[in-house]
């Protein structure tokens, strides 16, 4: 049980890529939007780890209720807010290095180095 939720917890923050401020900056109101798809992507990869240490009984039961309303309106949030392109998908769409398959390329023949 705890190799498998370990398993999706990992995954789940592997997958996130972060971005790094160089320093803390002052936000203007127009960059409301930036900061909650921020908050949502950084949120999505830590949500596993989050709802499973608010399950530890080591907290008070008030602390664990708190920090489930808490998960759960982060959760309602994201829900909403649209989760920001990733870098690998955009990447993947600029990437030229692929042939056109209309194209036909006379030095190659298939099997030749058999």
Do not use: H
């Amino acid at each position: 049980m705890f190799l498998k939720s370990y398993r999706a917890i990992n995954s789940s923050i592997c997958s996130v890529q972060i971005d790094f401020e160089p320093a803390f900056k002052p936000l203007m109101p127009a960059d409301q939007a930036t900061v909650i798809q921020r908050l949502v992507k950084y949120y999505r990869g830590l949500a596993p780890w989050l709802f499973d240490v608010a399950s530890w009984s080591v907290w008070p039961a008030k602390w664990r209720l708190l920090i489930t309303v808490f998960l759960q309106t982060l959760e309602t949030l994201s829900s909403i807010t649209p989760p920001p392109e990733t870098a690998p998908i955009a990447e993947a769409a600029a990437d030229t290095t692929t042939t056109d398959p209309t194209s036909t390329d006379p030095s190659f023949k298939a099997g030749k180095d058999l």
